[in-house]
Each structure stands twice: as C-alpha cells, then as structure tokens.
C-alpha cells in the first residue's frame, strides 16, 4: 500500500473515531455539570465559587481573545506579499514592559478579589430566625471548623466508610439519643447547617456540587464546611457523590440532600427518632429469644 494513502485513511478515520470516543460524554450529564462553570444554586458558598470561577474564566477569555487577535491581526498585517519580504521586527522595550507590567497588574487584581471571595465561602453566614432551631457550637481547636458569627447552626456529623455515609444529628444534648441516617440527608431550609466531616477506614471525600466545595475524610482527623439552603429550594434533592478514590465501590458510594422547610424537617426528624426507638424495642425482644436458648427464625 502505497504511504500516502495510508496517512490518508487515517486521516480520514480520525474525525469519526474521535466523535465516537467523545460522544459518550454527551449522554454523562453529571461528567459535563454546567457545561462551562460550576454547579452551584443550593448554598451561598456555591454561589460564590460560581461566581469566583465566572470573574476568572470572563478575564481569562479576554486576554486569550486579545491576544490571539492581535497575533493573527500581526500575522496578516506584517506578511509577505508581491515585490516585499515579510517584516522582521524585533525587540520594543515599551511594549515588553508594558505587557510584562500589565500582565503582573491583572494577577494581582485577580489575587485580591479572590481573597475577598474567599471569605463568602468559607465563611459560614447565621441561621435565619424562621430556620430550624440551632445550637451554639463549641469551636473545635486545631481544625479548619468556622462557625457563624453568632456562634450558633445545626450540626451535622458525617462519618464516611466503605462505602457509604452516616450522618448523626447532633442535637447538643449529651442525654437523648441522636438521631442518624444513611445515604440520605434531610436539611432544614434556612439554616445554617455545619457539617464535621470525617472516615472511619480510608479517606473519601464529601462533595455535593449545588451545595458547596469538596471536603476529604479522613480517619481521626475533623474536616468541616457548611451549608445553608435557601427557602426557595424547598423540595429539592441535590446529588452527590464521594470523590476520592476509595476502593472497588467507590463509584456507588452516592448520596442525596434532601431539602426541607423546618416544619417539615422536625416531622422527619420526629419520624426518625420513632422509628430507631422501635427498632430498639425490637432489637431488645429479639435479644431476650436468645438469652432465653431459643433459635432466632
Ligand atoms: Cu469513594
């Protein structure tokens, strides 16, 4: 076969085998999020990547677009033609410095709004009086942990395993029992919810993209974000997913936030307390069968 039409055909096979390859990611919603942006709508903090990320990707498109632009202007502008050479032009010390100086200018603009949105998002705001009833939280030292400037959320702790999620409601009393749940996570609407993150075997990561940024956890050690849902969000489910590498499941270990108005929270709430209160009770009858020698059917 004759070299040339080998290229050819590959060439020819490239454009169809790279669209197959590709097109797969067309139907994995979840893999392409907002397209160009982050996910964001459930939680201030998300807001504030989202527009953190839109302020950089805006001003990078800028000096990409003016850049190339005036490449491609110079390349027409300055070429050869009939009866001249190409120009060659080299060094213009203004110009250099100029976009040397310009180029330092724009990094640190870019520096200082970032610090400020910083704040938005790892900052954690009060719970809003119609909010589900918070308690003051005691700040853990030697962490990441901050808390509202009243000192006051919900608190959420999350232990994550192989494969899957706990989440305990702390309700700051030593004497009752909290209430817990798996998988799903049922959130007040309105409130500040601190959540304190951690691994009882290998290291994961909580990431729920609408509510906020990624959090890993890790055995013995106390990751903490939060999250505050808005009213208008009511009903809603946002997804989420471990996002470190954990082992052979690793791709089900999923989860869900379910938002609820506080009114139906502490229905949940109450329904759950219930419910673990009778699997007690049972728990107990099937304890005292076997205490008593008889065979568990
Ligand atoms: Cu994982």
Redesign the pocket.
């Known amino acids: 076969m004759p070299r040339k039409s080998l290229v050819a055909r590959l060439r020819k096979g490239f454009i169809p085998l790279a669209a197959a390859a590709s097109a797969p990611l067309f139907f994995a919603q979840n893999a392409s999020a907002n397209w160009i942006s982050t996910e964001h709508g459930g939680s201030p903090n998300a807001d504030a990547i989202h527009s953190l990320y839109l302020i950089l990707m805006i001003t990078g498109l800028v000096v990409f677009f003016l850049v190339e632009g005036l490449l491609v202007y110079t390349l027409w502008k300055f070429r050869a033609g009939r009866g001249h050479e190409a120009q060659q032009i080299h060094g213009n010390t203004k110009l250099e410095i100029g976009w040397t100086g310009g180029a330092a200018v724009l990094v640190i603009i870019l520096a200082v709004v970032s610090f400020f949105k910083l704040g938005e998002i790892r900052d954690p705001p009060n719970s809003d009086a119609s909010g589900y009833k918070t308690t003051t939280i005691a700040k853990d030292p030697g962490t990441n942990q901050k808390i509202p400037p009243d000192g006051k959320a919900m608190h959420i702790i999350i232990t994550?395993f192989q494969?899957g999620w706990r989440f305990t409601y702390d309700d700051g009393d030593p004497s009752t029992p909290n209430v817990y749940a798996y998988r799903d996570l049922y959130a007040p609407t309105n409130t500040t919810v601190l959540l304190d993150i951690t691994s009882q075997d290998v290291i994961?990561?909580w990431w729920v993209p609408q509510l906020g940024g990624k959090f890993d956890a890790v055995q013995g050690f106390h990751n903490w974000t939060w999250f505050k849902i808005p009213a208008s969000k009511a009903g809603s489910v946002f997804r989420g997913q471990?996002?470190?590498?954990?082992?052979r499941n690793?791709a089900n270990?999923t989860l869900s936030v379910h938002a609820l108005s506080p009114a139906d929270f502490t229905k949940w709430l109450a329904d759950k307390q219930a419910q673990l209160e009778q699997a007690k009770v049972e728990g107990a009858k099937q304890r005292a069968v076997v205490d008593a020698g008889e065979t568990l059917k």
């Open positions: 994550a494969y994961h990561s471990c996002a470190e590498l954990c082992g690793h270990m």
